[in-house]
């Protein structure tokens, strides 16, 4: 996971983190989305993306390995901490 993470087109365009918990747990943190920031620069609102990535991560997921477990830790709406716009958990 934490491999193909990296190769997804997002890796490119995003700053993002991957913490290794452990072996059978993965953090996942989007630290500058292109189209956030974009949001932000303009005075808009934050884009509530979090239904879009419950369905995105979770299917990229299984993909990987159907025994992986995808949790939402946070993502717009939803509050965040200044250093990344969402977080999300595979463990497995």
């Given at each position: 996971m934490k491999k193909a993470l990296n190769y997804r087109l997002y890796a490119f365009i995003n700053k993002q983190e991957i913490i290794q918990v452990d072996n059978k747990k993965l953090?996942?943190?989007m630290n500058d989305c292109r189209v956030q920031s974009a949001r932000r620069r303009k005075k808009m609102p934050e884009f509530p993306c979090k239904p879009v990535g419950l369905v995105e991560y979770s299917g990229f997921a299984s993909t990987i390995d159907s025994r992986i477990k995808t949790k939402c830790l946070c993502c717009p709406p939803d509050k965040h901490p200044e250093n990344y716009?969402?977080?999300?958990e595979f463990t497995i």
């Open positions: 953090i996942f943190h716009y969402c977080a999300w």
